[in-house]
Every structure is written in C-alpha cells, then in structure tokens.
C-alpha cells in the first residue's frame, strides 16, 4: 500500500538534501542523484521494494512519454541539445571557431574583456535562458579559450546573466509567464489597482537578487576576484594551461579528437548562431501566436503560449542546416562532417544524462510535496519587517531543493501575495519581488536545477566543478540581496532597500578583494 506519511511534512526534504549533501562530498552528480532518486521514490511507496520498482519505470517512460503521446517539453529540449552538439561539432571542424578566435584577437586584447564581452552577450540575449545558456556559451568560448578564461568561470559568466536577465525582461519566455502567474494571482483575489504587466515592471527595482547578481558580476570580472574554489580553478588553468579539470575526462560538448579545416571563416560561426538566434525568436512567437487561437496576437501573449523546448528544438534544425551549408561550400569530406555529427551529438552525452536524472529527481520532490511543506513556513503572524527576508530565503531554499525556478514562482508568489494581504497590502510587491529573487538564487546554487547543467553544458564546464565554483559567488548575492530585503521590511521603501544593498555590495567588493589578493 502506498503511504503518504512523508508528503508535504520535514521528511519531504530528504531526497533533494541526500542528493546534494552526496554530490558535494562525491562529486559524481549520476551517483548522487540517482540516490536522491531512490530515497525519494521509497519514500512514496511506503518503502515497498516492487511497488517502487514499477514507481520508477513509470517515471523514466513518462519522461519521454505521456498520456497524449510524446512529451512536448523534455523530448525537444533533450533533441535540441543533441542537435545543437552536432553544430558546434561542425563549426569545429569548419576552421570556424579558430578563425573567429584569431579575429576576436584583434578587437579583444585581455581575458577581462572576453570575460566582459560574454557578460554583454549574456545581457543582449534575453529570450529565453535554455537559449541563452548554450548559445552564449557556443560564442563565448573560442575568444574565452584564446584568452585562458577557465571554463568555471565561462560558466559562472553564462549563469549570471542567464536567469538574472530573462527574470527581468518582459519580452522573454520568462516574463510572459511571470505575468501570466501574477494575472492568475491578482483575479484570485479580485486585485484591480495594478496590471500584472505594470506590477511586473514595478518589481524590477525590488528584484534585488537578480540586479545585484548582474553587479557582483561585473565587479568581479573589473576587479579579477577570485575566492574559494574558483581561485583554485584559475591557478590551474594560469598554471598547466588547462581549461578545464582533465583528469575528470571532456565536459560536454568538448571533442578534442576532431581535426580542423585550415580554411575556416569567422562566417561559419556567425551565420550557423545568427540563424539560430532568429529562428528562436521566430518559432517562439509563431507557435506562442499559433496557440492565441481567437486571441489578438501580442508578443507578451505569444511569449506566453509559446512552446518553448520545441521552438528551440525547430530553430536548432535550421542552425545545424546552416552549419552544413557552410562546410558543403568548404568541401570537407563526408567522413570528416559524419564524424563531426556524431562526435558532437555524443559530447552532450552527460548533459542528457545529468537532465534525466534532474526531472526524475523533481517529479519526486513534487509528489512529496517538498516545495508546499517549504511554503508552510510563512506565517502572516511573524514580524512584518521580516516578511521580505523570510519569503526571499524560502523562496532560495525552494528553488534550491527542487532545481526549478519556474515551479517556486507557482508556488510561492500566491503564498506571498496572501501574507501581504493579510498583513500590509503596501508590501504586495515587495514580497512578489524577493519570491522571483529568491527563486533564481536558489535555480544558481542547485546541482540538480536545468538552468545549471545547461550553463556548465553551454560553457563547456564539468557540472559539479560549476556548482561549487559559483556558489561562493551566488552566497555573496544573497547577502547582499539579504540586507536590502531587511531594510524594505523595516522602513517598507523599495528605494531605502536597493540602496542598503548597493552599500552591502561595496563593502562586500571591498573585502572581496583584500581576500583576493
């Protein structure tokens, strides 16, 4: 018989926590999540050895399978990575890649401009983070390389820009659907003073994780700091000249084995990205208008209907056309581009693995009802000027626990909407605001969070070496963030609170960097 003793009660943090306590100490991401897979699922089915055997198979299917067919979400997302294995595996054997390093070398002459110009790609491209993680980094890396950026921090500059970007912009896959959410929440609660999309815009500001995160960034690119384990990654790599840690094998998307053409053209890696890059935006708003039905066509209601991992999945094919185009005109061989094909689809082998076993791992977190019981904890009855700080670090500890973003925004933003209307109705937004800036904090510090495996997958880094790598810069954002989220609370000013935290990051830059030294 199935029990439902652990759901929605402490025991329900059990699997996440077994699964990131192991990969910290492990360092073998599969291993880890796989136990945090089984303790979960043991725990759902009452410890009943078969029932949970069955309970798994169920699930594995249902990730590529679901009771209208094929699923429309992990399916192309897992082709899109494939496919986009296969074009970078092209661009690579074109000559493409190095021609563009050559010519980034004329125009970007240190490693704190690479570093600067993948900050600035990150920023510029804020359709949709799955997208932005792996083309920035398919873009960043030749010149990143050239200049001895070790991937771990390539891979902190693509995360940091990633979901702090798309969290803020309206027109992106993200903001259609945080509108969307918060349009739900306001005619729950018969809420009329305020658009979703005006709300929205008025919680940028208050965002301050995401703002301070996008700062700390730029700070620490200018300032060359490096502290905890990214100090250690870029003495390697000053050192033996090792972008990465060999002695754990390729990351993904790396093959060293292919041999490049000597008659390469910068042309073969912008026009394969540049296709990519308008193929995106266009399926997103064609399938999102295809979805409108009777609906007048908007790009936010587009955005919001779209079908993202599809979209992408369509606009990977166009690129990977593009990229054969390129090497047909260059005449490379047919063993040398089928060689490249199937080097490039295998090199996103750990990638497609890490996200198989991330969504098993969240679809049993969900059913535990670990997200609901973290939830609970908000009570209306606790301090007002509280309020801010507490649903920030909850909304952290949501994301973190659960690896999604997107399922804390569900859960948490009508629970801070409720809080706010039973306590201070000025402090609606605020709350809302520190549940999208919690929720990102966490997606940047979880080891089983999509967003972080496509980052490290996209940058060419080792996962667990991203994961501990960034979080000494992601727990630096949180306290900043931290601070101006106490101030709100206390002096309830939006302003008073950014400005508290703008403080907090000059001391903290401060300090950084006589640590750094």
């Known amino acids: 018989m199935v029990s439902y003793e652990f759901n929605n009660t402490i025991f329900a943090l059990l699997p996440p926590l077994v699964a990131i306590a192991m990969a910290v100490v492990?360092?073998?991401?599969?291993?880890?999540?796989?136990?945090?897979i089984i303790v979960g699922i043991l725990m759902h089915t009452g410890f009943a050895p078969m029932e949970a055997l069955s309970d798994l198979a169920g699930r594995v299917q249902g990730l590529f399978w679901g009771e209208d067919g094929i699923d429309t979400w992990n399916v192309p997302l897992l082709g899109f990575l494939l496919v986009l294995g296969m074009t970078i595996a092209l661009i690579n054997v074109s000559g493409a890649a190095r021609a563009f390093a050559l010519w980034a070398r004329r125009r970007i002459k240190t490693k704190?401009?690479?570093?600067?110009?993948?900050?600035?790609?990150?920023?510029i491209i804020f359709i949709d983070d799955y997208f932005?993680?792996?083309?920035?980094?398919?873009?960043a890396k030749p010149v990143a390389d050239d200049h001895k950026v070790s991937r771990e921090e390539l891979s902190y500059g693509v995360d940091s820009t990633a979901a702090p970007v798309c969290v803020m912009a309206p027109i992106s896959s993200w903001g259609a659907y945080i509108v969307g959410l918060i349009g739900t929440v306001f005619a729950a609660r018969e809420i009329t003073d305020i658009g979703p999309l005006n709300a929205f815009l008025e919680m940028i500001p208050m965002n301050l994780y995401a703002i301070f995160a996008l700062a700390t960034l730029f700070c620490v690119i200018i300032f060359d700091i490096q502290f905890g384990p990214m100090r250690a990654a870029v003495a390697r790599t000053e050192a033996t000249g090792e972008l990465w840690d060999t002695s754990k094998g390729n990351p993904p998307g790396v093959d060293n084995d292919l041999q490049e053409a000597d008659n390469g053209s910068v042309w073969g890696l912008f026009l394969p990205i540049l296709s990519l890059v308008v193929a995106s935006v266009y399926f997103m708003l064609a399938s999102g208008a295809a979805n409108l039905g009777d609906t007048p066509f908007t790009v936010m209601g587009a955005l919001e209907n779209t079908d993202t991992t599809m979209a992408l999945f369509n606009a990977s094919l166009v690129s990977l056309t593009v990229a054969f185009g390129v090497v047909f005109y260059q005449r490379l061989a047919a063993a040398t581009v089928a060689k490249a094909l199937f080097s490039g689809a295998a090199s996103m082998k750990e990638a497609v693995y890490i996200l198989l076993f991330a969504w098993t791992i969240a679809g049993v977190i969900g059913d535990l009802e670990t997200g609901k019981y973290l939830a609970s904890l908000v009570q209306t009855s606790m301090p007002m000027w509280l309020l801010p700080l507490l649903i920030f670090v909850l909304a952290g500890v949501t994301a973190f626990s659960t690896g999604s973003s997107w399922g804390t925004f569900a859960i948490m933003l009508p629970i801070a909407a409720d809080v706010a209307l039973a306590a201070d109705v000025a402090m609606l937004l605020p709350l809302m605001a520190a549940v999208l800036a919690g929720a990102v904090f966490g997606d940047h510090c979880s080891p089983i969070s999509d967003t972080t495996v496509l980052s490290g997958t996209g940058a060419g880094c080792h996962h667990i070496d991203h994961v501990t790598t960034q979080l000494p810069y992601a727990l630096t954002v949180a306290a900043i963030a931290s601070v101006g989220y106490l101030v709100i609370g206390i002096t309830g000013s939006a302003t008073f609170g950014f400005a508290a935290s703008t403080v907090?990051?000059?001391v903290a830059i401060t300090a950084l960097r006589r640590i750094a030294q």
Do not use: E, W, Y
């Open 504 to 506: 907090a990051l000059f």
């Open 26 to 36: 492990t360092r073998k991401v599969l291993l880890s999540l796989g136990l945090g």
């Open 112 to 123: 704190r401009h690479a570093r600067l110009m993948t900050m600035a790609l990150g920023m």
């Open 132 to 139: 932005n993680t792996l083309s920035v980094g398919s873009v």
